[in-house]
């Protein structure tokens, strides 16, 4: 069974239907918004149905009392041990622990890809992430875009969606201008000449300096005396390349790969520009007109002048959207118009855009334009990563990536590993502001979710290596394990744990829905807070420790439930890129 949820909505659905059929209800209510899911108090009951709630007025009936018809049936359902009525009409469902014990079995015989679901049906998405400007190396605000980027692509392919993984390189503009007459800088420096103070406005970074004299080896001293408009290009050219090196060596630290990098400067100098326009154009969405100041700008601050604009107010958005600069040229807008009318043109009607907080202004506009080009037939969602603020033992530490001082994202993982990097970032609401504590994020107490979670499957597998003295190793396999004598587990912080555990199907299902990969690191902390809750109740009361000297029976199922718990934080680790421990070494 994937989604316990699902199941329980059909079983109510169909005895929705026997009661039409009987005449008892209306036929032909509408069961569309039936939901079935855990209460908001546990203690009400394992599972909860609005049915009545939504179904009673339809039915021309009070909601207690198209309740009571609906739970009297439920009673008889033989994995329903009760259905108590709440409030005006919900209704509370308690599930036999033999449910509960059967899920179990189910998590060892899937192990791992338990939570594994068909909801994608297949169908295509595109998740573009990281897209920083390649004009340094990366900071530790493009670690989180890329490790949510990467998390959620995981999320969406558990979820049976066919993930393509997308990097949109922004390598057109000014801000590449600026690269390349540093990288010019640096390549004179490397020729032996004194440049000096970095002058304002260009890039400061030790970085450049390799790549200068890789360049300064390479052609000599041929670009020195060179007037800039026969060295730009070149030195352009250079730097992306090296840049992107530098942001490729960056993000595999990380275990972050993109299948498809995509090139401003390509899909801009392919014509994608004029052929997303002329799309627009031709709906009668292209204009020549003069905007309104805006807000917060005296009028003598505005100049009013004719602009080529974009109809985006016919779409939700808040004023028209220039598409070309006073000089002629077209806007970064319109370069990423052409941008994601290329992605409606290799078949994408799902995109995912992960940006940084800092373009929050931008989401409206481009969401209208993507679903101006394509007719109403693809949807945008955007996920903006808010700021990661940086400390080390409560002290912050300062970024200035201009002034060249920045704490790149290499430095960061290189300081706290991979998978320290990785789970932190997702511990929180990718629209919320994240700490980062150096000394905090290694720290091996509970009040740190990383350590928290990651010693629940090392404590697991310190269990699991202890049976493996005492227990023939084909015993402890997990098909072995899920055939021993699970009804033996019987503590109701054990069936509370198994509930939990057989949860998480609805949580893979809720997260990719959602697009909210941080919903697994909540997740996991309930899951190993309860786990660490039964092992301390051991530690405390000797009948109940997982090993049972002279109690075979018991131990296997309780082996079976530590098995179980060890296989869905690794699976929830899996989809964070995060390799589950096996012991833990201070």
Known sequence: MRNLFTHFRFVVTAELDALMKAG??????????????PPRDPTHGDIATNAAMVLAKPAG????????????????????????????????????????????????????????SDIGQGRRINVEYVSANPTGPMHVGHGRGAVVGD???????????????EYYINDAGAQVDVLARSLHLRYREALGENIGAIPEGLYPGDYLINTGVTLAKRDGDKWAKAPESEWLETFRLFAIDNMMGLIRED????????????????????????????????QGLIYVGTLEPPKGKL??????????????????????????????????????????????????????????????????????????????????????????????????????????????????VDEVGKDVFRFVMLIRRNDQALDFDFAKVVEQSKDNPV?????????????????????????????????????????RDEIALIRLLAQWPRVVEGAAET?????????????AAAFHGLWNKGNSDASLRFIQSGAKDVTLARLALVQAMAFVIASGLQVFGVAPLEELRG
């Open 251 to 282: 993000l595999a630290a990380l275990g972050v790969e993109h299948e498809v990098l995509t090139s401003e400067r390509e899909v801009s100098s392919a014509g994608a520009i004029d052929k997303a326009i002329a799309e627009l154009d031709k």
């Open 151 to 165: 998390a959620l692509a995981n999320l969406l392919e558990k979820a049976g969606f066919r993930v393509c993984r």
């Open 299 to 412: 009028p003598d601050d505005w100049e009013a002048r004719p602009q080529t604009l974009f109809r985006s107010t016919n779409f939700g958005d808040d004023v028209d959207r220039p598409l070309k600069k006073s000089d002629g040229s077209w806007t970064y807008f319109a370069a990423d118009i052409a941008y994601h009318f290329d992605k409606t043109q290799r078949g994408f009607n799902e995109m995912i855009d992960i940006w940084g907080a800092d373009h929050g202004g931008y989401v409206k506009r481009m969401q209208a334009a993507v679903t101006a080009l394509s007719g109403g037939k693809a949807a945008l969602d955007v996920k903006l990563c808010q700021l990661v603020n940086l400390f080390d033992k409560g002290v912050p530490v300062r970024m200035s990536k201009r002034a060249g001082t920045f704490v790149t994202l290499r430095e960061c």
């Open 61 to 116: 009936m009070a909601p207690r009392a198209f309740a009571e018809k609906l739970a009297a049936r439920l009673k008889n359902e033989k994995d329903i041990v009760s259905a108590e009525i709440a409030g005006p009409g919900f209704i509370n469902l308690r599930i036999a622990d033999s449910f509960w014990h059967d899920r179990l079995a189910d998590i060892l015989t899937a192990r791992a890809s338990y939570g594994d």
């Open 515 to 527: 697009h909210e990969p941080h919903r697994i690191a909540f997740y996991l902390q309930e899951v």
């Open 451 to 491: 350590f928290y979670v990651q010693y629940a499957h090392a404590r697991a597998s310190s269990v699991l290596r202890h049976a493996r003295e005492e227990f023939d190793p084909m015993m402890l396999e997990p098909d072995g394990l899920a055939s021993a004598e699970l009804q033996l587990l019987n503590d």
């Open 24 to 37: 008892e209800l209306p036929e032909g209510l509408d069961l569309a918004r039936v939901a079935v899911e």
